[in-house]
């Protein structure tokens, strides 16, 4: 279920590509609304199982029925102009997930929300595409496995975590040496990633602006690194795999049952 490129929505609306030099504030305010209108709570989780589904079942990567909760809306938009400027979130870092307890209910002073080795309220973060986004047009950027050296760097910390800025600090020094990847696809696109990826953005290079949404998808209950009946999610399993925990025969054949289960559905 692809959804329409908002830039070429609105070219095809009437003010033309121009609009984007011209009058980008405006522009911007009514491609988000209307991105925000178009998607409701049903399409999102239709997107997320059946655009990604290609890939991934969103919902077995979550960890399977009940353990994620269907999301109301797409948070935050992170929109890049053409033009080759940086931005604060073009250092390398992790999604903080949820606020630290000196912060007040609904705080959006994200440098000091938090994420912990169990990665609290975080089963998934879901990169949204809402434009079509090619190499030049400010792809963000991945570190491949760094989810791995997140977790390692998070179990020393326990409960409370780190607060965005001293993760982003210590992930990114510890995945350094990960291979690069790049979020480029088609409007409509969703990259389903574990909640500990290291990314980070980049100034855009192209011509068009770049339309992303980056909510995470929350857990129904929270996530667990110990299962007495090993049915660990895939987000689950990956922690543990960072943290050099192995899987017991109990869970190596949960995984395959989940993998049969997964191609038998193809
Ligand atoms: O703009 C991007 O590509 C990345 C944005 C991001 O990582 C963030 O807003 O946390």
Not at 90 to 100: E, T, V
Not at 253 to 260: K, S
Request: aromatic share 6%.
């Amino acid at each position: 279920m692809p959804l329409a490129n908002p830039v070429r929505q609105a070219d095809a609306a009437g003010p033309g590509p121009d609009r984007a030099v011209t009058d980008p504030i405006s522009l911007v305010t009514d491609l988000i609304a209307d991105a925000e209108e178009e998607p409701d709570s049903e399409g999102i989780q239709a997107m997320v199982v059946a655009v990604a589904g290609g890939r991934a079942k969103s919902c077995q990567i979550a960890g399977g029925q009940g353990r994620w909760a269907s999301r109301e809306a797409l948070g935050g938009f992170v929109v890049r102009f053409p033009g080759g400027e940086p931005a604060v979130v073009d250092g390398w870092h992790i999604d903080a997930s949820f606020p630290g307890e000196d912060l007040e209910a609904g705080s959006t002073d994200y440098m000091r929300w938090r994420a912990n080795v169990e990665s609290r309220d975080c089963a998934l973060r879901m990169f949204f595409l809402f434009s079509d986004v090619g190499e030049g047009d400010a792809p963000t950027r991945i570190r491949v496995g760094s989810h791995l050296e997140a977790a390692r760097v998070l179990e020393p910390e326990g409960e409370t975590g780190l607060d965005a800025r001293e993760l982003a600090r210590r992930a990114a020094a510890a995945s350094g040496h990960r291979p690069l990847a790049y979020a480029t696809g088609k409007a409509g696109d969703v990259y389903l990633c574990h909640p500990f990826l290291v990314h980070a953005g980049q100034p855009h290079r192209g011509t068009s602006p770049r339309f992303l949404g980056q909510p995470k998808l929350a857990p129904a209950q929270p996530l667990r690194l110990a299962r007495e009946d090993g049915a660990y999610s895939p987000v689950e399993i990956a922690i543990r795999r960072g943290l050099g925990r192995r899987q017991t025969d109990r869970q190596i054949g949960h995984l395959r049952r989940w993998a049969v289960g997964r191609l038998s559905q193809r």
